[in-house]
């Protein structure tokens, strides 16, 4: 055997297949996990590129990596890997790295309530855990996000293949393009349904919304140059009673084009999506439908749930009216892997099929 990479990981879901790298990176340069973060991206993007592409990973997986953290404030630091991008923070992979330190004994596990901070590239995590010593189980991760705002609401845009659709775009920890099931009426009274049945109809209307949203509304974060639009998060009025709405993430695998019906597509996170639930909770309190401290049940497509709470309101935060929220919801390990490249492998970034990708 002539190995070149070795890693080690912690699988994880929460729905969506979310792997926790321990091991494999040497040292990484940077003060913040930021910077550490633009290195990798420039310097070493294989590992992301090995962990998501097959043989690997399917179109649907997230990897994470730990890394040391440079502040004394938190026990750890992470760099989110997806499949066409480096996000500056994403709470469902959050809850894995939080659920992986701290069931594998990284983080040790001391109490019924652990309470620490972990380190994003987006900045500072406050995580609150619900641990059962005797399991040595975490049951519940909750996080606190950076400060999430929507910068349009109910704009109108041309969307090719579709005519004109009604979006709004919000900072949840990532740009996302939220967009009302029920305005599609081709599809029913209700418009479109979001449940796993319907994945290639809800795939492609993402696809083609976030595309057009992407080129027609200009977006900036004032702290995160560069960063755009790169998600949606689309919605529905909730299906199971006690929950605020269900929602469907979608993310791109690859570029969209208008022209070529076989790029309308993408994956659809299997779980519920943190940020994006953060992104819905912003959109929703600017719109006078939530308030402060209001609990935020938003379900995904296989019914899993997460807990949003806003806990802050901002009045002003670069220009923009925001608010800090809460997510919690739950991961479960379902392995452990060493992952090896070798030397004489055809396929050292992996590779994709246009049947799946």
């Known amino acids: 055997m002539s190995f070149i990479r070795q890693f080690d990981s912690v699988e994880c879901h929460e729905g969506e297949p979310m792997r926790v790298v321990t091991s494999g990176i040497p040292s990484i340069p940077g003060n913040t996990v930021y910077e550490k973060c633009k290195w990798l991206e420039k310097n070493d993007d294989q590992l992301r590129l090995l962990m998501l592409r097959e043989p690997r990973g399917i179109p649907a997986t997230c990897c994470n990596l730990i890394v040391n953290t440079n502040r004394e404030d938190c026990k750890a630091g992470y760099i989110i890997m997806e499949q066409v991008e480096y996000p500056m923070m994403s709470g469902g992979n959050t ?34 855990a619900e641990c059962d010593l005797t399991r040595h189980k975490c049951t519940k991760v909750t996080f606190k996000n950076v400060p999430a705002f929507p910068v349009y609401l109910d704009k109108e845009i041309e969307v090719p293949h579709l005519g004109k659709v009604t979006v709004d775009i919000a900072w949840g920890g990532m740009f996302y393009c939220i967009i009302d099931s029920t305005q599609f009426k081709q599809y029913g009274p209700n418009g479109l349904e979001l449940k796993p049945e319907n994945g290639k109809e809800i795939s492609k209307l993402s696809a083609l919304i976030t595309t057009a949203a992407i080129e027609q509304l200009p977006v900036e974060h004032p702290d995160y140059p560069g960063v755009g639009i790169t998600l949606s998060m689309m919605h529905q009025p909730p299906v199971t009673p006690g929950t605020y709405m269900r929602s469907s993430n979608w993310y791109a695998t690859g570029p969209v084009d208008f022209d070529n019906p076989t790029t309308w597509t993408g994956a659809l996170d299997r779980g519920v999506c943190g940020t994006g639930t953060c992104a819905l909770m912003a959109t929703e309190h600017a719109k006078g439908r939530l308030k402060a401290g209001e609990p935020f049940m938003n379900e995904g497509l296989l019914g899993i749930q997460f807990e949003g709470r806003i806990v802050e309101e901002i009045d002003d935060f670069y220009g923009h009216k925001a608010v800090v929220p809460t997510v919690g919801g739950q991961c479960w390990i379902y392995g452990f892997n060493k992952w090896v490249l070798d030397e004489s492998d055809p396929f050292p970034n992996g590779f994709t099929i246009g049947d799946i990708w």
Request: glycine residues 8%; hydrophobic residues 55%.
């Open 95 to 128: 809850i894995a790295v939080a659920t992986a330190l701290l069931e594998t004994g990284m983080i040790p596990m001391t109490s019924e309530h652990m309470s620490f901070n972990l380190e994003a590239p987006a900045g500072v995590i406050g995580i609150e």
